[in-house]
């Protein structure tokens, strides 16, 4: 993920919100990341791996 030049590089271990196409379940990783900004209105442990939305699986996807 690239910060934009109109953003200041977060710290370390801070918060910040990214809207993202879908997120791979073995890993977690987001794909087609977009920094949006620092978040001071959360706390770290408030962000959990459940909040991301996972791309289907290729048996998900069949079933739908």
């Known amino acids: 993920m ?3 030049p109109n953003h200041h590089i977060p710290v370390i271990g801070g918060v ?3 809207r993202y196409l879908y997120a791979f379940p073995e890993s977690g990783i987001v794909y087609q990341p ?3 900004g620092e978040r ?4 770290q442990h408030e962000c959990v ?3 991301l ?8 996807a ?3």
């Open 40 to 43: 001071s209105d959360v706390e």
């Open 16 to 18: 910040v919100e990214v």
């Open 53 to 60: 939305k996972f791309k289907p699986t290729a048996a998900e």
């Open 49 to 51: 791996r459940s909040q």
């Open 34 to 36: 977009v920094y949006l």
């Open 62 to 64: 069949q079933a739908a």
């Open 2 to 4: 690239t910060i934009p």
